[in-house]
T-cell receptor, first 115, second 118 residues
Framework: AQSVAQPEDQVNVAEGNPLTVKCTYS??????LFWYVQYPNRGLQFLLK??????LVKGSYGFEAEFNKSQTSFHLKKPSALVSDSALYFC?????????????FGTGTLLAVQP | NAGVTQTPKFQVLKTGQSMTLQCAQD?????MSWYRQDPGMGLRLIHY???????DQGEVPNGYNVSRSTTEDFPLRLLSAAPSQTSVYFC?????????????????FGPGTRLTVL
């Protein structure tokens, strides 16, 4: 069965420091991996995805994520955090060959960036 | 484009009442989905559709019905609301990926409906 784990409920980081939000997955075969962000009282917004190719994926708002097949991880990173990055971040996975709308989401990580 | 729209934004029901959550998209997406979001549990797929006239169950379908008579609309019906259905509901739409896994393959979410069942 497919699953996604986000081991940290909350990540705290000072503005200007690098940030990492962790995600590990379990899926048979090579996965499609996604990161979404949710601002308060809003729907989810797409940040980036890994389909194939370069393991380092660049997305919106300066975020990037690195696909590591051996560690089954897809951690979200940003070199310099902004207060406006404070939000709830979701990692999601889909098995290849499955319907594109059958995503399995992690439980979410709240990112808090202090000024 | 309005994207994905959901109505109502907020709703309070009594146990046993029925209601329909509306979802519409104007991007001509074939795929549409309903999720519920609960604290500490992330988003869980309720039902999904890969085209007009085609629907299927997700992870947590019990207590919910869907239909897809048009490409644009994908309503979610609660026939007899229960307190366990108190949640925030999100509708999403997407286009299928092209052959080989490339293509759009990105889900667009509506703003959500916050439902409370007393």
């Amino acid at each position: 069965a497919q699953s996604v784990a986000q081991p940290e409920d909350q990540v705290n980081v000072a503005e200007g420091n690098p940030l990492t939000v962790k995600c590990t997955y379990s899926v048979s075969g090579n996965p499609y991996l996604f990161w979404y962000v949710q601002y308060p009282n809003r729907g989810l917004q797409f940040l980036l995805k890994y389909i194939t190719g370069d393991n380092l994926v660049k997305g919106s708002y300066g975020f990037e994520a690195e696909f590591n097949k051996s560690q089954t991880s897809f951690h979200l990173k940003k070199p310099s955090a902004l207060v406006s990055d404070s939000a709830l971040y979701f990692c999601a996975v889909r098995a290849r060959g499955g319907a594109t709308n059958k995503l399995i989401f992690g439980t979410g990580t709240l990112l808090a960036v202090q000024p | 484009n309005a994207g994905v729209t959901q109505t109502p934004k907020f709703q309070v029901l009594k146990t046993g009442q029925s209601m329909t959550l509306q979802c519409a998209q104007d991007m001509n997406h074939e795929y549409m989905s309903w999720y519920r979001q609960d604290p500490g549990m992330g988003l869980r797929l309720i039902h999904y559709s890969v085209g007009a006239g085609i629907t299927d169950q997700g992870e947590v379908p019990n207590g919910y019905n869907v239909s897809r008579s048009t490409t644009e609309d994908f309503p979610l019906r609660l026939l007899s609301a229960a307190p366990s259905q108190t949640s925030v509901y999100f509708c999403a739409s997407s286009s299928p990926g092209l052959a080989g896994g490339r293509g759009q393959d990105t889900q667009y979410f509506g703003p959500g409906t916050r439902l409370t069942v007393l």
